[in-house]
């Protein structure tokens, strides 16, 4: 069965760079949530979209941004990169329309340093 | 807001043998989700079991199953006949049941499990 892709897989930036991190949510699903994983730590929520539209935002910085495109995907822009922005970052997927029960589904993350 | 608590930081279990991973929750929802992810050194995160609050039937798919005690607010994992690919830090998480699905999850802090052959 298809599954989250998210590109690039690894990405090293240097401080004050800018950073862009894709996901392409499973076929048919309509709802793509981002999370942050710090070393040694849970993953936070960061923010999610649902049918193209922001629908929930957790401890995103404000020099992060994020959007929905018409074919789903996603695209998290983070400016102004701080050492603390090394993390690993997942993008989750849902088929959102079918209720709270569907269950997100998580890609393989994108692992950014930040030199 | 919703917490989520693993107290065991690290386990560890002889292979073949049963071990049980504890998690606790508090929310004053009704209506939530509760799951167990397993995230291996490759750091993908994979779905283990979900349970629906409203069931009061304890999940389970294959070797594991979850003991759920609502009035408790407890949902522990137990994993039978353990293999080595069971190795991997467990995350027990928490969504909410509302209407609109697109609902964040909550993560707990993990609980490190080593398989030992």
């Known amino acids: 069965a298809a599954g989250v892709i998210q590109s690039p897989r690894h990405l090293i930036k240097e401080k004050r760079e800018t950073a862009t991190l894709k996901c392409y949510p499973i076929?048919?699903?309509?709802?793509v949530y981002w999370y942050q994983q710090g070393p040694g730590q849970d993953p936070q929520f960061l923010i999610s979209?649902?049918?193209?539209?922001?629908?929930d935002k957790g401890s995103i910085p404000d020099r992060f941004s994020a959007q929905q495109f018409s074919d789903y995907h996603s695209e998290l822009n983070m400016s102004s990169l701080e050492l603390g922005d090394s993390a690993l970052y997942f993008c989750?997927?849902?088929?959102?329309?079918?209720?709270?029960?569907?269950?997100?589904?998580f890609g393989p993350g994108t692992r950014l340093l930040v030199l | 807001a919703q917490t989520v608590t693993q107290s065991q930081p690290e386990m560890s279990v002889q292979e073949a043998e049963t071990v049980t991973l504890s998690c606790t929750y508090d929310?004053?929802?009704?209506?939530?989700?509760l799951f167990w992810y397993k995230q291996p050194p490759s750091r993908q995160m994979i779905l283990v079991i979900r349970?629906?609050?409203?069931?009061?039937q304890n999940a389970t798919e294959n070797r594991f199953s979850v003991n759920f005690q609502k009035a408790a607010k407890s949902f522990s994992l137990k994993i039978s006949d353990s293999q080595l690919g069971d190795t991997a830090m467990y995350f027990c998480?928490?969504?909410?049941?509302?209407?609109?699905?697109?609902?964040?999850?909550?993560f707990g802090t993990g609980t490190k499990l080593q398989v030992i052959p």
């Open positions: 076929p048919r699903h309509d709802t």
């Open positions: 929310t004053s929802e009704s209506n939530y989700y």
């Open positions: 989750a997927s849902s088929a959102a329309d079918r209720g709270p029960k569907e269950t997100q589904y």
């Open positions: 349970q629906e609050a409203y069931k009061q």
């Open positions: 998480a928490f969504m909410k049941g509302l209407s609109g699905g697109y609902q964040k999850v909550t």
């Open positions: 979209f649902y049918e193209k539209m922001q629908s």
